[in-house]
């Protein structure tokens, strides 16, 4: 035996009682540490279900005030708003109008609750016909390629958009580079000095965004996304993409998606000190969604630990279609 270790030391001795064992917790979740993603579609009166994402549903523009209470009074950290157009072309024009789904959520939800934070995802996909998260053009061999410098302008307009409709954050996850630079600049060529971005710095081109093109209507129809989302072999790669971004004037960094990532959360985590936040994607929800339905683990419990999880690996702040739930739960 060695001297000095059992029986001296008994680590159970602080697992005995709940009381102990909430006295030497590490790590906490509240409802404000999460952000609610919803889904306004122009396209619906009545909010509709995501078949592959039960209990998350598209929501017609109308239904933004009650939902923007519902988040503030669930004391959720914020929400994070995708929109559906009414229509779509090529470059993803919609996804500046003024008048579209998010620009019109936004203003309701900030009417209706001041105090909410509301960040808007910017990103072409949902607005391109294509579904690509950029402009096309012609690559050399003739194939189609998603042209980078094409596609900042429409980016850095469509942050303005949402700037000007009141968002308090916003959250450009299309992976094109120079993306933060670019919208800062037109943010503060306009007077939204005070616009924060948090930057989808470090996203993977992952299969577990697979329910989120449902229910967002935006998989590509044709190829794939890795020619600009990153190679999920990649850990080195995540420091570079972080780093150039804070660079560019990213106030907050993310890393997408969450669990198969952890290792990813902690190495951004341990690097920089802005505030990190880890997005816990749709192929995860999924998941969780189907075993619990079919009997096969409790979802309350697994929901609660793996929240608890990406907060041990570094994440400040978790977006999650759990986070009305958890809230309820925790
Ligand atoms: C792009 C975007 C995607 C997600 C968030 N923003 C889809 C993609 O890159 O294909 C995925 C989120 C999720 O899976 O929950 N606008």
Request: aromatic letters at 6%; glycine letters at 8%.
């Amino acid at each position: 035996m060695l001297p000095g270790v059992f029986p001296v030391h008994r680590p159970r001795r602080l697992r005995r009682t709940a009381a102990l064992r909430a006295l030497v917790r590490e790590t906490a979740v509240g409802p404000g540490d999460l952000i609610w993603p919803l889904f306004f579609s122009a396209n619906v009166d009545e909010p509709r279900e995501v078949p592959t994402m039960p209990g998350v549903v598209q929501l017609p523009v109308s239904a933004a005030g009650r939902v923007a209470r519902e988040a503030a009074d669930l004391g959720l950290g914020g929400v994070i708003l995708f929109g559906l157009p009414q229509s779509k072309d090529a470059r993803g024009a919609s996804a500046c109008d003024p008048e579209g789904p998010v620009p019109r959520a936004v203003r309701a939800m900030k009417e209706a609750a001041p105090g909410l934070v509301v960040v808007t995802d910017v990103c072409v996909d949902e607005y391109t016909d294509h579904g690509h998260c950029g402009v096309l053009r012609q690559a050399r061999d003739g194939s189609l390629e998603v042209d980078n410098d094409a596609t900042l302008e429409v980016l850095a307009e469509a942050a303005l958009c949402y700037a000007r409709a009141g968002a308090d954050v916003v959250a450009p996850s299309d992976m094109m580079d120079g993306r933060i630079g670019a919208v800062r600049e037109a943010l503060d060529d306009d007077g939204f000095a005070d616009t924060a971005i948090l930057s989808y710095a470090v996203k993977y081109a992952s299969a577990f965004y697979g329910p989120f093109r449902d229910a967002a209507d935006c998989a590509p129809k044709f190829g794939d996304r890795t020619g600009y989302q990153m190679d999920p072999a990649n850990a080195r790669e995540a420091l570079r993409e972080a780093e150039l971004d804070a660079e560019e004037g990213a106030d907050m960094l993310m890393v997408k998606p969450g669990l198969p990532y952890l290792d990813i959360v902690a190495l951004l985590r341990q690097e920089f000190d802005l505030p990190l936040g880890v997005y816990n994607v749709s192929g995860e929800y999924a998941m969780v969604k189907a075993a619990a339905r079919a009997g096969m683990l409790d979802e309350r419990r697994v929901v609660l630990e793996l929240l608890t999880s990406l907060r041990r690996a570094g994440a400040d702040f978790i977006l999650t279609y759990h986070a009305p739930d958890a809230a309820r739960w925790l």
